[in-house]
């Protein structure tokens, strides 16, 4: 088969078929030539004809069944027979779809937009243990956004001082503490001493506040290590488990999601950037969103569209569809506000994502002129004239926490 051959304009997709959307530019060939490419390549094809091709190998082929767009750029969609797939392998799923194809010669660029999952294919999943209801159940918070906070400097701290600033913004109102993506088993702070003194500080916080608090520590690891971590925050008590997605890879984190020890699983994206970022070549956050949804994490960082990261709302909404929307019979999964934000955004969060958002603040909450419990403090009282319908800096005048934070970011 040809290139070409992969192509049919005419043809209409089935149900139990992946449907995969791609943005494409050619390098020197034309358009139905480097799509056809694409499609013989993530499937059953290759660059020249082979004398191992039999007709029931043909009928397996993917096909690009629309073509939207010039002969210098277009968006193609591809439909592949579940066939190709082996069930519950998102390796193997990625390294079709988006493996060699990103590589040929006769592509400028490719990104994977998109990513429609047939419903054989996601029933052999479990999907997020616990998601968006079952982190609303065990923190006992039934409808408000929560409130996070990562420990800063993200690197440095001594085990003490690192549990001390998580008690202060458990205190000060933070649902949630969680160290941040390269705190692992460094020397200076040790992942065994630090779960055991942090969670010891958040019993203290739940007893002092009369709230549920939640500590996420940082397991990645390899992965036999990432599970003994996993298992040891478990045995002390822990509840979460906190694990950078991508940088661990896709069979570590399907191999931690079956051994996860009934703690909710909260995904950092770190790395995504050098994959999503390209609008023109990559794959974009939704796909990633709904991979991770499949696996089971529980609540996932997707951008803020307000702080310092690049992506757009309409990039942010995207992705939190991606977690939300009905995927058979998979639990929604928990959208994670987070970089570069602080009390005073908490309103434009809110009116982006509603009330299914964790915000969570970094420099926004220790880096308060009055320090970090005063900082987790400001950030519920953002909440608070959010949730009555008061302006911010109306709401400050009688709360001094929130009026510091307005006269250093307002």
């Known amino acids: 088969m040809k290139y070409e051959d992969f192509v049919d304009t005419r043809y209409r997709p089935k149900k139990r078929e992946v449907i995969c959307d791609f943005f494409l530019e050619p390098?020197?060939?034309?358009?139905?030539?480097?799509?056809?490419?694409?499609?013989?390549?993530?499937?059953?094809?290759?660059?020249?004809?082979?004398?191992?091709?039999?007709?029931?190998?043909?009928?397996?082929?993917?096909?690009?069944?629309?073509?939207?767009?010039?002969?210098?750029?277009?968006?193609?969609?591809?439909?592949?027979?579940?066939?190709?797939?082996?069930?519950e392998n998102v390796p193997n799923l990625l390294s079709s779809v988006a493996g060699n194809v990103f590589g040929l010669k006769e592509i400028k660029n490719l990104r994977l937009n998109d990513i429609i999952l047939p419903k054989k294919f996601v029933k052999s999943f479990e999907g997020p243990m616990f998601g968006i209801n079952g982190i609303r159940?065990?923190?006992?918070?039934?409808?408000?956004?929560?409130?996070?906070?990562?420990?800063?400097?993200?690197?440095g701290l001594r085990t003490k001082?690192?549990?001390?600033?998580?008690?202060?913004?458990?205190?000060?109102?933070?649902?949630?503490?969680?160290?941040?993506?390269?705190?692992?088993?460094?020397?200076?702070?040790?992942?065994?001493?630090?779960v055991k003194t942090t969670l010891r500080m958040r019993g203290m916080a739940e007893r002092?506040?009369?709230?549920?608090?939640?500590?996420?520590?940082?397991?990645?690891?390899?992965?036999?290590?990432?599970?003994?971590?996993?298992?040891?925050?478990?045995?002390?008590?822990?509840?979460?488990a906190m694990v950078d997605v991508l940088t661990v890879g896709w069979a570590s984190l399907q191999t931690l999601r079956k051994h996860s020890f009934g703690l909710i699983l909260h995904a950092h994206r770190a790395m995504h950037a050098a994959i999503t970022k390209n609008p023109k070549h990559g794959i974009s956050m939704k796909v990633f969103a709904k991979l991770l949804r499949l696996i089971g994490v529980d609540q996932l960082h997707v951008g803020t569209a307000v702080g310092k990261m690049s992506e757009t709302k309409e990039d942010v909404l995207e992705n939190v569809n991606a977690l939300k929307d009905k995927m058979h019979r998979l639990n929604q999964v928990m959208p994670v506000?987070?970089?570069?934000?602080?009390?005073?955004?908490?309103?434009?969060?809110?009116?982006?994502?509603?009330?299914?958002v964790i915000i969570q603040m970094g420099g926004g909450i220790h880096g308060h002129p009055m320090g970090t419990r005063a900082g987790a403090m400001a950030a519920r009282q953002a909440l608070r004239a959010v949730?009555?319908?008061?302006?911010i800096k109306k709401y400050a005048s009688e709360h001094k926490e929130l009026e510091a934070a307005v006269e250093k970011w307002g």
């Open 337 to 356: 506000a987070s970089g570069g934000l602080h009390p005073l955004l908490i309103p434009d969060e809110i009116k982006i994502f509603g009330n299914d």
């Open 387 to 391: 949730e009555e319908s008061i302006p």
């Open 137 to 155: 159940k065990m923190l006992d918070i039934p409808d408000r956004p929560l409130i996070g906070t990562i420990i800063k400097p993200k690197l």
């Open 208 to 240: 002092n506040t009369r709230e549920r608090k939640a500590y996420l520590p940082n397991i990645t690891a390899e992965t036999d290590e990432m599970i003994r971590r996993a298992k040891y925050v478990k045995e002390h008590g822990g509840r979460y």
């Open 27 to 87: 390098n020197r060939v034309s358009m139905k030539y480097a799509a056809g490419g694409v499609a013989a390549e993530s499937s059953v094809g290759t660059w020249t004809e082979v004398k191992s091709m039999h007709k029931y190998v043909e009928r397996k082929a993917a096909t690009v069944f629309e073509i939207r767009g010039n002969e210098k750029q277009a968006n193609i969609k591809i439909a592949y027979p579940i066939e190709l797939f082996e069930m």
């Open 161 to 194: 001082h690192h549990a001390k600033i998580a008690y202060d913004a458990w205190v000060g109102g933070c649902d949630i503490v969680k160290d941040d993506e390269n705190l692992a088993d460094q020397s200076f702070n040790k992942f065994s001493e630090r």
